[in-house]
């Protein structure tokens, strides 16, 4: 959603993109074609179990690096480099930025900037916390722990070799100095395009219905529910019997698979538009224990006019104008509270949604964002 927000913004402002990127290629009738002169694909390479450990025994590069980056998507960059000329390649994610130095050694005096969706050695440590807390976890831990020192090394070498780095928090962008003492670094938020979020007639619910979203193998996400369907959700019923929880987005983790059933647990897989489940959820809950970035889930819940019960983890990131329309409870039964009053009243849910719509279009619009990126180039001399 923030690549797509970016190439649309700088598509409309003039500038001429092309796109290399992991997976099938567009279908003809994608608006990336209207969006890019050039789009190269390559599809991810193939790593088992097998693949990962030797890695993580012989290797010092981390897991997060190694998932993406093929040797046809560094031919792909190649043939772009060799065939077209570039003012600036931008890099979009801490996971394509093996090929950065592919960049340098072929044309070094081309500039590169290197967007962070998250300060990912950050996220990574907050991880190792949580795990780190559960005995049966401990093995997560040590994973995670490894990993968080192989990030932060690899990190900080990519924010030094870039011409400037983008985060999109005050507080990423903190973590990431702090991390490269003297590397350049702007924030740029993520934002969405909220007028696809706005809902044309109120829904009616049979029953008291909660929803959360997002790509559902991420861990972070995983966790979330985890916590949320263990602890936090049985105090609901325990009020409201007949409450029922949508967990909805692509490519649900094994262990949630198992959460479903006849009930009160819907997990949906991949859904073709998201806005049908948002505006039919009575409370959004983003019960988040560990992450870093701006939550995109966050922002089409407020688009989309949703009361929202969130943790401080989940709000991370927000302008306080946003934050001061959600419900923020970091304990079981805080949260659990913050649902159920929400639930019994249907005056306070539709105040907080109207809130937060009005004050998501007034500071994460892609309209209002789009500025500060090229703000960002211009104080990184590009």
């Given amino acids: 959603m923030r690549v797509f927000g970016l190439l649309k913004g700088l598509h409309e402002a003039g500038h001429r993109i092309s796109l290399l990127a992991v997976g099938a290629a567009p279908e003809n009738d994608s608006p990336l074609h209207d969006l890019c002169e050039h789009i190269v694909t390559a599809p991810p390479p193939t790593r088992g179990l097998a693949d990962r450990l030797r ?8 897991d997060v690096v190694l998932r993406l980056v093929s040797d046809e998507l560094r031919q792909g960059l190649i043939a772009l480099l060799e065939s077209q000329k570039f003012d600036l390649v931008q890099f979009e994610g801490l996971e394509v930025c ?18 962070a969706f998250n300060a990912e050695y950050q996220l990574q440590r907050n991880l190792y916390m949580v795990d780190r807390r559960q005995p049966a976890r401990w093995p997560f831990a040590l994973w995670s722990r490894i990993q968080a020192r192989r990030i932060a090394s690899f990190e900080r070498d990519i924010c030094l070799r870039a011409a400037g780095t983008l985060a999109v928090s005050d507080e990423d962008a903190r973590a990431l100095r702090a991390l490269s003492p003297g590397s350049p670094v702007a924030v740029v938020p993520n934002g969405i395009f909220t007028g696809q979020y706005q809902l044309a007639q109120t829904t009616q619910n049979a029953q008291p219905t909660l929803a959360f979203t997002g790509k559902m193998d991420y861990r972070p996400n995983v966790d979330a529910m985890h916590w949320f369907c263990k602890r936090v959700l049985p105090r609901v019923l325990e009020e409201q019997p007949a409450c029922h929880l949508n967990i909805v987005g692509q490519s649900p983790h094994a262990s949630l698979k198992q959460l479903a059933g006849p009930g009160h647990i819907t997990v949906t ?7 049908p489940w948002l505006h039919g ?8 224990l560990a992450g870093s970035g701006t939550k995109l889930k966050v922002l089409e819940a407020m688009a989309s006019g949703c009361a929202i019960v969130a943790t401080s983890v989940a709000a991370t990131g927000l302008p306080p104008a946003l934050t001061r329309t959600m419900r923020i409870a970091d304990e079981e039964q805080e949260m659990a509270d913050a649902i159920l009053e929400l639930l019994d009243d249907a005056n306070s849910r539709r105040r907080m949604g109207e809130a937060a719509a009005e004050a998501v279009r007034g500071t994460s619009d892609w309209s209002a964002i789009l500025p500060s990126l090229l703000t960002a180039w ?3 001399g590009l």
């Fill in 55 to 62: 890695d993580l025994l012989l290797g010092s590069k981390p």
């Fill in 98 to 115: 093996d090929l950065l130095p592919l960049v340098k050694q072929r044309l070094p005096g081309l500039p590169c900037c290197y967007d």
């Fill in 269 to 275: 897989g991949r859904v073709e538009e998201i806005q």
């Fill in 281 to 288: 959820c009575d409370v959004y809950v983003a019960p988040l």
């Fill in 378 to 380: 211009e104080r990184f």
